[in-house]
């Protein structure tokens, strides 16, 4: 497997020399200034691709070309931005770039109700508490009809919550669950925002009408359309699985185990409509079995995420060591080690160390990742010694 690593530009604080110095190989990037749906030129591609070609590194993997939320909900301005869509997908393809990442969630992408939890050894990871996603979705955001998605024990948990919260918590919340995370991942709300509550609730309403199997129709129509470009131009387009692999505020979620994956892939049956394979994301689903879930999807599968997740017992989860948790990331690794140069990046490192005082963006410090290619490059190095 290729050792990539998501690099957020020629501003990331992490240097792409620095990268080179650990044994990063391929760099996973996109362009990142430039507005959801507007067209990626040939100019802007290889601008960046000269420059992180010049520090000895190759642009592995496109993290990500965003899918606009018009095509997700099948908006007005869909067929247009599916266009320009297309359009980027060549000018990649032109450019000798060849995989692009994607995700089909709608209004957020991953999500975490703690994005600084202290574990047990003093470091740092990202957390999902059940009570206080639902106090963010029943008391924060009182989104309508809310509390048929939770149990009733849930609920007096939440109302035991709002005796004590304090008003720093509540906007932590809004922080991590809007703010910190969406900002840098997709774009739809900016750090500067003065009511990102109410920009959320609007990105929410455009979806109220849309169940689970209407947004896999329109999931369908957008591969129908952007797949034979894809494949005109060499491109392999790969979905990532929705984090956590569960529905989340009323929003149907189409990539959450076994089931969604091969409707998908059987949606549009292409080797170039394939998959990120994210084990961190399907193991925070008590339903899957990430090493069977490899296993199977392995010869569609165009680029991993390697990480792991502890589901606690009381239904929340944390970021677990990459050589712990519900991954099994050793056998899942054994399992793509028969498919040379597929792209790997770790993911969701812990803040420790000096990494704590910098501004990095939320699961992605210097140090903690680090650690975590260096267990994962041992993991592989067990793994070729094996007869």
């Not at 110095?21 to 996109?30: L, N």
């Not at 952007?226 to 699985?241: K, M, Q, S, Y």
């Amino acid at each position: 497997m290729e050792k990539t690593w998501r690099w957020f530009g020629k501003n990331d604080t992490i240097s792409l020399s620095d990268l080179k110095q650990i044994g990063v190989e391929g760099i996973v990037t996109a362009l990142h200034h430039i507005p959801n749906g507007e067209i990626w030129t040939v100019d802007e591609i290889l601008n960046l691709k000269s420059y992180i070609e010049d520090a000895g590194l190759r642009w592995s993997v496109v993290e990500s070309l965003p899918v606009s939320e018009a095509i997700k909900y099948g908006g007005a301005e869909r067929e247009q931005l599916i266009e320009n869509y297309k359009v980027s997908l060549a000018n990649l393809g032109k450019c000798g770039v060849n995989t692009v990442c994607y995700n089909f969630m709608p209004v957020i992408d991953w999500i975490r109700t703690d994005l600084n939890r202290k574990q047990e050894n003093g470091t740092y990871s990202l957390y999902f508490s059940q009570v206080r996603f639902a106090y963010f979705d029943l008391c924060i955001l009182k989104r309508g009809n809310a509390e048929i998605g939770y149990s009733q024990e849930i609920i007096r948990q939440v109302h035991e919550l709002d005796k004590v919260i304090s008003r720093q918590e509540k906007e932590d919340l809004i922080d991590s669950i809007i703010v910190k995370t969406q900002g840098f991942v997709n774009g739809n709300i900016s750090e500067g925002e003065q009511d990102p509550v109410a920009v959320f609730n609007r990105l929410l309403s455009n979806y109220k009408d849309i169940d689970k199997q209407q947004l896999r129709e329109n999931l369908k129509y957008f591969l129908e359309r952007v797949i034979p470009t894809a494949e005109e131009f060499g491109v392999n387009l790969c979905v990532h699985p929705d984090d956590p692999p569960f529905a989340v505020l009323g929003l149907p979620r189409i990539v959450t185990g076994e089931e969604d994956i091969d409707c998908l892939l059987k949606m549009v049956d292409n080797p170039h409509n394939g998959l990120t394979f994210c084990a961190g994301s399907l193991s925070a689903g008590i339903h899957n079995d990430v090493p069977a879930l490899a296993r199977k999807f392995a010869s569609r599968t165009h680029f991993v995420h390697l990480r792991s997740t502890d589901i606690l017992p009381n239904g929340d989860f944390v970021e677990a060591s990459h050589l712990g948790g519900r991954a099994n990331l050793l056998e899942v690794i054994r399992i793509f080690k028969s498919y040379p140069r597929l792209p790997m990046r770790v993911d969701h490192g812990p803040l420790m160390l000096t990494d704590v005082d910098k501004k990095y963006n939320p699961g992605y410090s210097f140090l903690g990742r680090m650690k975590a290619l260096a267990e994962v490059s041992g993991m592989m190095a067990v793994i070729r010694a094996e007869k």
